[in-house]
Structure formats: structure tokens, C-alpha cells
Nanobody
Framework: QVQLVESGGGLVQAGGSLRLSCATS????????MGWYRQAPGKQRESVATITSGGATIYADSVKGRFTISRDNAKNTVFLQMDSLKPEDTAVYYCRSTIPTPVGGLRDYWGQGTQVTVSS
């Protein structure tokens, strides 16, 4: 079973920065696509950033230019560097791993989430 553990959330003032980490015990991390999602009160969970096994990145328009996703395959860890934070970024942030299955197809794993609060 793949385990994902997020860390690095907290309280920060608008304009500040935070760096989230997601550590995974997955044995095929290098083959996985990793993503960060967030869910704010009263809103649906939304994709924030994704990084493929090949290193390609995709960002939500709302965070483009402010957030950076990266991965360290040697440490089985994915990061989300968040700069120029806005109060609208306040949410619980979740890490997701998408991994090929032995019989083909893909399977998603989710972390428990970490709270990010941005004050004005």
C-alpha cells in the first residue's frame, strides 16, 4: 500500500511563502505522476499542480507564476513551493500519486492533507 504524508503547511501572511512536502513509500515512485490538490471551505477539490514521471509540469491558472512543483526521485518526495501567497490560497492541500497497476491501468493514492492559511 502506498503511503503519502504531506507536511509544511501553516499560517503565513499575504505575500509570504511556504514549501509543502509529500513523502511517499511507493516502490514505483519514479513511474508515477504526482499532483497537488486543494480544497477550500465551500469549494470543490481542485488541481493545483501536476508533475509527470518525465518531469513535465502543469499548473492551474490561479497559481501559475507563483507556485512551483518539483520532485526528488531519490527521496520519493514531491514539493510545492508557494510564493506570493494570497488569502484565496487558503485551503487544505492534498498530495496525490498516480501509479501504474500490475494488470494495467492507473491507481490514485491520496495523502491526509495539510492546512495552509494565508492572512491578509
Amino acid at each position: 500500500q502506498v503511503q503519502l504524508v504531506e507536511s509544511g503547511g501553516g499560517l503565513v501572511q499575504a505575500g509570504g511563502s511556504l514549501r509543502l512536502s509529500c513523502a511517499t513509500s511507493g516502490s514505483i515512485f519514479r513511474l508515477s505522476a504526482m499532483g497537488w490538490y486543494r480544497q477550500a471551505p465551500g469549494k470543490q477539490r481542485e488541481s493545483v499542480a501536476t508533475i509527470t514521471s518525465g518531469g513535465a509540469t502543469i499548473y492551474a491558472d490561479s497559481v501559475k507564476g507563483r507556485f512551483t512543483i518539483s520532485r526528488d526521485n531519490a527521496k520519493n518526495t514531491v514539493f510545492l513551493q508557494m510564493d506570493s501567497l494570497k488569502p484565496e490560497d487558503t485551503a487544505v492541500y492534498y498530495c496525490r500519486s498516480t501509479i501504474p497497476t500490475p494488470v494495467g491501468g492507473l491507481r490514485d493514492y491520496w495523502g491526509q492533507g495539510t492546512q495552509v492559511t494565508v492572512s491578509s
